[in-house]
Nanobody, 126 residues
Framework: QVQLVESGGGLVQAGGSLRLSCAAS????????MAWFRQAPGKEREFVAG????????DYADSVKGRYTISRDNAKNTVYLQMNSLKPEDTAVYYC???????????????????WGQGTQVTVSS
């Protein structure tokens, strides 16, 4: 099994920045694509950003392009999400997710991801 633990969430004013971290443990060698999703109250979970195992490929939701950056440090089994120029509409619970070893495509569908963290709350005040 793979365990994912997010950290770094909190309360920030609009225009501010936060960096989320996702630490993976357990059978981390079976993971490949890593991604961040978010879910706001009353809304469906949505894709935010994804990154390939080597970090050479990334993908972002249109709503965060130019403001968010996903990266990973495989030596530390950690994925990061740098969030800049935050807006109140970015308020959500942010989840880290991973696809299995043989799945090499960054997808935007939550059902395609095999492992999930418990989430970390990000609140942006206006």
């Amino acid at each position: 099994q793979v365990q994912l633990v997010e950290s770094g969430g909190g309360l920030v004013q609009a225009g501010g920045s936060l960096r989320l971290s996702c630490a993976a443990s357990g059978r981390t060698f079976v993971t490949n694509i890593m991604a961040w999703f978010r879910q706001a109250p009353g809304k469906e979970r949505e894709f935010v950003a994804g990154i390939s195992r080597a970090g050479l490929r990334t993908d972002y939701a249109d709503s965060v392009k130019g403001r968010y950056t996903i990266s990973r440090d495989n030596a530390k089994n950690t994925v990061y999400l740098q969030m800049n120029s935050l807006k109140p509409e970015d308020t959500a619970v942010y989840y880290c997710a991973a696809r299995g070893q043989t799945r090499t495509t960054i997808t935007t569908y939550s059902s395609d991801y095999d492992y999930w963290g418990q989430g970390t709350q990000v609140t942006v005040s206006s």
